[in-house]
């Protein structure tokens, strides 16, 4: 079964600094890829996906992650991060029909 | 606006009573799935529905719950005899997939259950 572990639960960053957000997945077979964005009151929205072809994929608002298929990863990142990105983030695996998702990091960013 | 419709919105009810949620995906999308959300957790998958054919249900689908998709369009969600532990939010979402890929699935704003 597939199975999708975010490590971080919070985090907490100033504006400006940098951001990865660590996601590990457990599936053998080909994946999608998924990170989701849920912004306080609102519905999961999708940030990006991977299917295949380049792991290195960038998203809206200035986030890319990066697919690592020799570590079953992955993260996502932004190299500058502002107030407005304050929102849970959520993780998800497609490796067969369904769609499964990480527990999902909170991320707080102070003005 | 996803496109992807859920009603109601809130509902609160008594424990053992039953309840009904509705889901109409975007039109064109085959696939739609039902997930449980509680707070600080990801979205639990439920169960998924390709077409009018219910593929695949979680273990946490207990015999309380059932799921329905008639004619492949709109969606319903019944628990039955509800107890507190089934408040949570519920999402349903909708997508496009043809063979075993997928596009991105699409979220609903959810049901929020409170069971008192």
């Known amino acids: 079964a597939q199975s999708v572990s975010q490590h971080n639960h919070h985090v907490i960053l100033s504006e400006a600094a940098s951001l990865e957000l660590g996601c590990n997945y457990s599936?053998?077979?080909?994946?999608?890829l998924f990170w989701y964005v849920q912004y306080p009151g609102q519905h999961l929205q999708l940030l990006l996906k991977?299917?295949?072809?380049?792991?290195l994929v960038k998203g809206i608002k200035g986030f890319e992650a990066e697919f690592i298929k020799s570590k079953f990863s992955f993260n996502l990142r932004k190299p500058s991060v502002q107030w407005s990105d304050t929102a849970e983030y959520f993780c998800a695996v497609n490796g067969g029909l369904d769609m499964r998702f990480g527990a999902g990091t909170r991320l707080t960013v102070k003005p | 606006d996803t496109g992807v419709s859920q009603d109601p919105r809130h509902k609160i009810t008594k424990r053992g009573q039953n309840v009904t949620f509705r889901c109409d995906p975007i039109?064109?999308?085959?696939?739609l799935y039902w997930y449980r959300q509680t707070l600080g957790q990801g979205p639990e998958f439920l169960t998924y529905f390709q077409n009018e054919a219910q593929l695949e249900k979680s273990r946490l689908l207990s015999d309380r719950f059932s799921a329905e998709r008639p004619k492949g369009s709109f969606s319903t969600l019944e628990i039955q005899r509800t107890e507190q532990g089934d408040s949570a939010m519920y999402l349903c979402?909708?997508?496009?997939?043809?063979?075993?890929?997928?596009?991105?699935?699409?979220f609903g704003q959810g049901t929020r259950l409170t069971v008192v």
């Open positions: 979402a909708s997508s496009l997939g043809t063979g075993g890929s997928l596009t991105e699935a699409f």
């Open positions: 599936y053998g077979g080909t994946v999608n």
């Open positions: 991977y299917f295949s072809g380049d792991p």
């Open positions: 039109s064109e999308h085959n696939r």
